[in-house]
């Protein structure tokens, strides 16, 4: 699976837009971004993946820049409740092998009031 | 409906005690991980269950560790004459099937040996 590059920590204001970049210069063609986050004292919560296209769901946006070699997960609207650990993984989508998730160290995202 | 569930929530044991760790994971999922995540760190994979399929045990540190899975459901991580380097949170995950995108984590154990 391809290596993730991320800051280790960034803050935002409530309220305000949190981007989180993410490189992954080598990835493969085959491989999807997911990104996942972790509440203090929690498990991981899994948020959007995507391949090639950008992606939106309820939690986030995820944009994919066109040679595939970095994205940012974008939290429109941030709460305090939002601060966490992200984890952003490239991995080949699931194939019945195998499929766990490499975690990195992920960017810290604290949210101020 | 319910999220992946493990047990106990916490546990201290003394250095050399075996110990068992509890994941029950949502209903009808067939796929089932382990994870620890020592203090500051990443999660790193110990072992995967897949329907019938063999286990991949290929992240298991050592062979005091162990996990199994009965009737496809439940699943209990053993760890063996505990070290003070097994003392880490160690998270269950299950996904729908082989092929579901998503893994859902329980909230773990956080595992600490005296």
């Known amino acids: 699976d391809a290596k993730t590059t991320q800051p280790p920590s960034m803050d935002c204001a409530e309220g305000r837009a949190a981007n989180l970049p993410c490189n992954h210069s080598t990835i493969s063609g085959n491989e999807y971004v997911y990104w996942y986050r972790q509440i203090h004292s929690q498990g991981p919560q899994y948020i959007i993946h995507g391949l090639k296209n950008n992606e939106t769901n309820e939690m986030a946006s995820l944009i994919i820049t066109e040679d595939r070699k970095s994205s940012t997960l974008i939290l429109p609207h941030a709460t305090l409740r939002d601060t966490a650990v992200y984890y952003c993984?490239?991995?080949?989508?699931?194939?019945?092998?195998?499929?766990?998730?490499?975690f990195g160290k992920g960017i810290t995202l604290s949210v101020r009031p | 409906g319910a999220g992946v569930s493990q047990s106990p929530s916490n546990k201290v044991t003394e250095k050399g005690k075996d110990v068992e760790l509890r994941c029950d994971p949502i209903s009808g999922h067939t796929a089932l991980y382990w994870y620890r995540q020592s203090l500051g760190q990443g999660l790193e994979f110990l072992i995967y269950?897949?329907?019938?399929?063999?286990?991949?045990k290929s992240g298991l540190p050592s062979d005091r560790f162990s996990a199994e899975r009965t009737g496809g459901s439940v699943s209990t991580l053993t760890i063996q004459r505990t070290q003070q380097e097994d003392s880490a949170v160690y998270l269950c995950?299950?996904?729908?099937?082989?092929?579901?995108?998503?893994?859902?984590f329980g909230p773990g154990t956080r595992l600490t040996v005296t």
């Open positions: 995950a299950s996904t729908r099937d082989r092929v579901s995108y998503e893994q859902y």
């Open positions: 993984i490239v991995r080949a989508s699931p194939t019945g092998a195998n499929s766990k998730l490499t």
């Open positions: 269950f897949q329907g019938n399929s063999a286990p991949d």
